[in-house]
């Protein structure tokens, strides 16, 4: 299905809106396309972990290289020694919008041995067998006349987020050779540490805020929807982790000895944890969700997003969703309280007959714009103390020992805030229009799915907040890239759909 709606679209050439003059050819995009994936496999043969400021730097210089070959003047943005890189196309429209397009060239870290290929710095192109596993084919193949759309490069970043930046690099080049120009102005940031959190692009943004400024920003990372229908996000999650520890006595005891006699920390982090969720996985927490009105309008959009709530629970092998909303979509708007880990003393070959003297557990708290990270920190700082316990500021002294009964300690950590845009703002309705005539089907336009706000957390609330900027989220790859994790890859279908898509909005005014 996939295969015949990129065939067909691509073989009619139905690409954009009327407000664009002139596109480049099917054949044209086609082969500026194909002629990319050599500097697509240079590319992803460089290392990319943020923790290694030199292979930071070696990508930064390629890219600048890849960008000025396009026409673009370039220059690195200092970031203690992991500069980003910002681009500007020289050609000015005047009269026309400027859009900042952001995209990540760092990579998450890798373990070697987990993946099917000898390193996942060197890029393999793989199809399927007839037993419908991946199997490793000639990597000259991609470089030939026929390419199949259903072929994927294997690699870190082949997704997330090295694919994007090349589909933008082979839009410029299919304009080139068609003889047209963008009809916005175009400029590009592309950072260098998002795996890590990016806990310095809002710095950054700041130090150069007139260099930035625009119109407004789109960004593109992350996968397009499961039905690989064209997709638009509007905003996103922020992610806050904290940590919350239990105090018992003040070392681990013989359990014959004191089992029954000293308070168990383990247990009563187990009561309070328990007391925070009720079994649908609702938060208790008064006000933890107070803040977010979804309206009917709203409503009405999420449940056009069409998720198959069947398929999502049979791929996540789970036969009951929590009913913090409706649906998958309704439920990620509003604000999570997740339990990543826990830990007292020790099990399995390392556990003991031990009462533990401490027992933790880490949450990450998925925020909303209306429910930040500092208000759900409060509201969980309330319960617990609501709960008789005393909080400290880390391990409690001997006076607050002999003073209370139930001792805590509870810690913000950093993270991000979550940011949206609101979905009929003018810049959702260009890209929701350009998206639809650019991948439409004999004359009628194609269907998007457009997501009021996604799961999980990209650093938009840093950048925006620094730029004051309106932005939209475009993600252009397979939703089953395995990103983050090993085997990571990029199906060549996207790749030439992310050129077109990149085109149709460069070459839209907006």
């Known amino acids: 299905m996939q ?33 990319s994936f050599r500097e697509y496999i240079d590319l992803l043969s460089l290392p990319n972990d943020a923790a290694n400021p030199a292979d930071i730097v070696k990508n930064v210089e390629w890219l600048e290289g890849a960008f000025r070959k396009r026409g673009f003047t370039t220059q690195q943005l200092p970031n203690n020694g992991k500069p980003l890189m910002y681009g ?49 084919t000639d990597m000259a193949q991609l470089f030939g006349a026929t390419v199949n759309p259903d072929w994927r490069v294997f690699a870190r970043s082949a997704s997330d987020d090295k694919g994007p930046i090349m589909m933008f690099l082979a839009a410029f080049d299919a304009m080139k050779a068609a003889g047209i120009e963008p009809a916005i102005n175009v400029k590009v940031i592309l950072d260098s540490e998002e795996e890590k959190g990016s806990i310095n692009i809002g710095n950054v943004a700041t130090a150069h805020r007139e260099l930035l400024r625009a119109d407004a920003i789109l960004i593109h990372d992350g996968p397009r929807h499961a039905s690989e229908k064209p997709t638009l996000v509007f905003g996103n999650r922020g992610n806050t982790t904290a940590r919350l ?10 359990s014959g000895h004191y089992g029954n006699y000293a308070p168990n920390p383990a247990q009563r982090l187990a009561a309070l944890l328990a007391s925070m969720k009720d079994d649908n996985g609702r938060v208790t927490i008064p006000g933890y969700y107070d803040r977010v009105k979804l309206t009917d309008s709203e409503r009405r959009i999420l449940a056009e997003v069409g998720d198959d709530e069947a398929v999502i629970r049979k791929r996540l092998g789970i036969a009951k969703a929590e009913t913090v909303g409706a649906t998958l979509q309704e439920a990620i708007q509003y604000p999570s309280l997740n339990i990543r880990g826990m830990a007292a003393s020790g099990v399995g070959e390392r556990a003991s007959n031990v009462v533990p003297s401490q027992a933790l557990a880490e949450f990450d708290l998925r925020t909303t714009p209306e429910a930040p990270p500092e208000y759900l920190f409060g509201l ?6 609501s709960k008789g316990y005393f909080l400290t500021k880390g391990a409690p002294t001997e006076a607050e020992r002999a003073a209370h009964d139930r001792i805590a300690s509870l810690t913000l950590g950093r993270g991000s805030k ?19 005539k650019t991948f439409s089907v004999n004359g009628a336009d194609a269907a998007t799915v457009r997501i009021r706000m996604m799961g999980g957390s990209v650093p938009t609330d840093k950048l925006v907040e620094a730029l004051d900027t309106p932005f939209v989220i475009v993600p252009l790859v397979n939703g089953d890239n395995n990103q983050h994790s090993h085997d990571e890859n990029l199906r060549l279908g996207h790749y030439f759909d992310g050129v077109r898509a990149l085109i149709g909005l460069i070459r839209t005014a907006y």
């Not at 979550?418 to 639809?436: F, I, K, N, Y």
């Open 3 to 35: 295969l015949q709606f990129f065939c067909s679209a691509l073989a009619l050439g139905l690409f954009l809106s009327p407000a664009a003059a002139q596109q480049p050819s099917p054949d044209v995009v086609r082969q500026a396309t194909q002629a």
């Open 88 to 136: 500007e196309y020289p050609r000015k429209v005047a009269g026309a919008k400027t859009v900042l397009f952001y995209m990540h060239f760092d990579g998450q870290p890798v373990t070697p041995e987990n993946w099917a290929q000898k390193n996942p710095w060197t890029p393999v192109l793989k199809q399927r067998n007839a037993q419908g596993a991946w199997e490793a």
């Open 245 to 254: 520890t239990v105090y018992g006595p003040r070392s681990e005891l013989h």
């Open 380 to 385: 969980i700082e309330q319960h617990v103390r």
């Open 418 to 436: 979550a940011a949206r845009t609101p979905m009929e703002s003018p810049l959702g309705q260009w890209v929701d229009g350009v998206l639809r």
